[in-house]
């Protein structure tokens, strides 16, 4: 019955555009005629009152407080032409008449909202955070446009409008998986939780001077950190950066460490990122020693990171140096790691209970590289490597760390050029924000 209505409503459409090639606009006319080809002059408003438009869809428009308005009083809500002989259209037409459309009398009204609007982190409130010092937020979404840092593939500047198209569908509900059963993160909608959730949009950052692009990160983290918050006024505001190549986060550290003093790392990736700059680009220049691999080398070396309090997810990709050197070092920055095939061996639970304990209870900042994904569900990425985890394991294990004092986090290397006309490396990316505002707002949920 709806199939054979659809069909129906198809061939009226079809048949209104063939009629509708047919009319000429005349030379001359007066706005309020047409001219057939060939024929006479054809008077308009007949022509809308009986326009298939108009016996499918009756009068549009209704005027406000339930008042009809003249035009729609004068006429049926849907007229049938008297000539009509299809019954299967009359009892269309005759049900649409039984059925009156109601509107809403509020213009202002957020219909469809999944895809409309100026595009924002999940619809979350755009801030003025740079020009208004006083505006108060507990979460500040914001991007850090770079990618002039990378060794493969560049293209994350355009990550964090690339996240934000991909998150269009989040920003309300409960989500029933959210977390292992039994979870507060079961009874949460991190979006309607009391604390104030707001997206900063993007840190001018230069394409033309690294040591530039990352000072003007750096005084936009410490400018976002430097705003009150609202629900646990003696902290500043949870930060989380929409990268940008994985540079970035060596800044958000610097900030957060200046708040918080030495903080413990989740690091989501399949590289080490702790790289010796002399084993990766210093020795080209110093100044390109710092990149997208080392910079947690440095951010150990500048003191911002917990000694042995931090641990790396996901990795697989190969070493740089000869033999295990990049591991040795690795260690003594003070990292543990869970490679991505340990995840064949043990439990989604183990590696959260290993992670819980090496972090353990201080500030813990979390930083989640695309490239821990498989390149099968997230390809828009600098650095792909085979191997790597679902996205539902990356969810499940970040869902798990409930409970951790997440102060910041970030997702990176997400290039959109690189993903599907699917959009699927930057969906997994939003939702992975998604989870992580899960953490930031779950001491909401009581019991
Ligand atoms: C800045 O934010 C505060 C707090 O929301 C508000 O009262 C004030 O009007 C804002 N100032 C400007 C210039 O927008
Ligand atoms: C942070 O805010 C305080 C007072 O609101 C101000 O005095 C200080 O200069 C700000 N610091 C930065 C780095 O913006
Ligand atoms: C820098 O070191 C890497 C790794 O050892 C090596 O592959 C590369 O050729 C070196 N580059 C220069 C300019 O020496
Ligand atoms: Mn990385």
Redesign the pocket.
């Known amino acids: 019955m709806i199939a054979n209505n659809i069909a129906y409503i198809t061939a009226l459409f079809s048949y209104l555009l063939i009629a509708h090639s047919h009319f000429v606009p005349a030379t001359n006319q007066k706005s309020s005629s047409f001219q057939i080809e060939n024929d006479a002059p054809v008077d308009v408003e007949l022509l809308q009152q009986d326009s298939l438009m108009y016996q499918l869809y009756g009068d549009l428009l209704q005027s406000r407080n339930g008042e009809e308005s003249e035009v729609a009083a004068a006429r049926p809500l849907i007229k049938v032409h008297p000539e009509e002989t299809d019954e299967e259209f009359r009892g269309m037409c005759s049900f649409y008449n039984d059925h009156e459309n109601e509107y809403p009398e509020d213009d202002f009204e957020d219909d469809l909202l999944q895809f409309t609007g100026i595009v924002s982190f999940a619809h979350t409130p755009i801030a003025q955070c740079f020009r208004n010092?006083s505006l108060e937020m507990d979460i500040a979404i914001v991007g850090a446009p770079f990618d002039t840092s990378v060794s493969y593939r560049p293209g994350a500047r355009f990550g964090p409008n690339g996240i934000r198209q991909g998150s269009r569908r989040l920003g309300n509900g409960i989500s029933p998986v959210r977390g292992f059963p039994g979870s507060k993160l079961r009874k949460l909608d991190p979006y309607h939780s009391g604390y104030k959730i707001v997206d900063c949009g993007d840190i001018p950052m230069t394409p033309f001077d690294n040591k530039l692009a990352l000072n003007q990160l750096y005084r936009g983290q410490?400018?976002l950190h430097?705003h009150s918050s609202l629900v646990h006024k003696e902290q500043p505001p949870k930060l989380i950066t929409l990268g940008g190549d994985h540079t970035i986060t060596l800044m958000a550290l610097r900030s957060a460490y200046e708040h918080y003093g030495k903080v413990s790392v989740i690091h989501f990736d399949s590289h080490l990122d702790t790289w010796d700059p002399k084993v990766l680009g210093g020795n080209i220049s110093k100044r390109a020693g710092l990149n997208h691999g080392t910079f947690l080398h440095f951010a150990h070396e500048n003191g911002y990171l917990q000694d042995d309090k931090n641990i790396h997810v996901g990795i697989r990709a190969p070493y740089i140096a000869p033999g295990f050197y990049d591991e040795d070092h690795d260690y003594e920055c003070g990292f543990e790691k869970i490679v991505a095939r340990d995840l064949d061996i043990i439990s989604l639970k183990e590696v959260v209970s290993a992670i819980k304990k090496r972090v353990g209870d201080g500030p813990v900042y979390i930083s989640v590289d695309i490239d821990v994904v498989d390149l099968a569900s997230a390809p828009g990425t600098g650095t792909p490597e085979t191997g790597g985890l679902t996205s539902r394991e990356l969810l499940t294990i970040l869902d798990g760390l409930e409970g951790l004092n997440i102060i910041g986090a970030d997702i990176v290397e997400v290039l959109p050029a690189f993903d599907t006309n699917g959009d699927i490396t930057t969906i997994i990316a939003a939702q992975v924000v998604d989870s992580i505002l899960g953490l930031m707002t779950v001491d909401s949920v009581e019991n």
Do not use: V
């Open positions: 010092t410490r400018a430097n």
